[in-house]
């Protein structure tokens, strides 16, 4: 793997792993806080819009100075909100800075891909997408997994302030070994360009398929350890951390996806989609029996 392969592993993956770094942590986090659970779910929420509505201003600021310095200056600054998770007095002051964090994280997020694409070619960039693709896989187990063992070991501010650690460690990666891009601003205002998507049939049907599949995902991602903490189940928070670790599964049936640029995606997604619903009947369609002999649908 050459360094710049390697500072994108490393950026991008520390930086997926804050996103939803209180998802597995929600119990604790409304215990300590004395807040509801679906106000503890905010915690997670407000970054997934916060990172929509940043996506509109990174973007076009990379075109106008550069993607690199984009990636590297959100990197760097995302490590203060994360470091400062700790110290939030209430809930409040945690979904404020995990706001922060959702605006900041599109630096990378976003840009990464045109990056990509512009500054490699060939099989370095074949590399390089491998990399930034395995490392949102790497840093979304990170954050899950991670975060609920630590919090179980020590504390939950522990937890989410040392995300900051590997977040700092991955913009010093970019910013000593990313190549510099060549700014070429787009000859279109970002109002034309926002008129055309509107008009583009396709591609707003593909945007409300991904979002709606999106929304159950994280829907049932961010509230499975009330369920799986709770009676009649009763595991312990690093346990049902635990859980998370089939987001791996994603480094497995990533190369599937490879396919769609030989038959068409069309052919593809509904598949993937049919095989994601079944999986979800078959989750809550079952009856699970622990032990003692007591079963639950």
């Known amino acids: 793997m ?5 500072a994108l592993l490393l950026g991008a993956s520390s930086m997926f792993a804050t996103m939803y770094s209180t998802q597995a942590i929600l119990p604790e ?5 004395d807040v509801s659970a679906a106000v503890a779910g ?18 076009p600021l990379s075109d106008r100075i550069g993607r690199r310095r984009v990636m590297v200056a959100s990197a760097g600054m995302l490590v203060v909100p994360t470091a400062l998770l700790g110290l939030s007095a209430g809930i409040v002051m945690l979904i404020a800075l995990r706001i922060v964090q959702g605006l900041l994280m599109p630096g990378l997020l976003v840009v990464a891909v045109p990056y990509i694409t512009e500054r ?32 179980e070991w020590a504390d939950w501010r522990l937890a989410l302030s040392l995300l900051a650690v590997p977040a700092g460690l991955g913009a010093l990666a970019m910013w000593r070994w990313l190549p510099a891009d060549t700014v070429a601003p787009s000859p279109h205002r970002l109002s034309h360009a926002v008129g055309e998507h509107l008009h583009n049939g396709l591609l707003l049907l593909n945007a409300a398929c991904a979002g709606l599949t999106f929304f159950g995902f994280v829907g049932v991602f961010t509230y499975a350890t009330f369920r799986l903490t709770g009676p009649p189940i009763g595991l312990s928070l690093g346990q049902a951390g635990l859980v998370y670790g089939v987001w791996l599964v994603g480094l497995l049936v990533t190369p ?41 649908q």
Do not use: C, K, N
């Not at 986090?29 to 806080?33: H, K, P, V």
């Not at 693709?133 to 630590?150: D, E, K």
């Not at 396919?259 to 078959?282: K, M, N, T, Y």
């Open 2 to 6: 050459s360094r710049a392969s390697a």
């Open 29 to 33: 986090i409304s215990s300590d806080l």
């Open 42 to 59: 905010l915690t997670v929420s407000v970054v997934v819009l916060a990172v929509a509505l940043g996506g509109w201003v990174h973007g």
């Open 120 to 151: 490699f070619s060939g099989a370095v960039q074949g590399r390089a997408m491998g990399a930034y693709t395995s490392s949102l896989v790497l840093g979304g187990f990170v954050g899950r997994v991670g975060t609920g063992l630590i919090t």
């Open 256 to 296: 599937i996806t490879g396919l769609a640029g030989r038959v068409g995606p069309q052919r593809i997604v509904p598949w993937l989609l049919l095989l994601a619903s079944e999986a979800s009947d078959f989750m809550t369609g079952e009856t699970l029996v622990i032990d003692g002999g007591q079963s639950i």
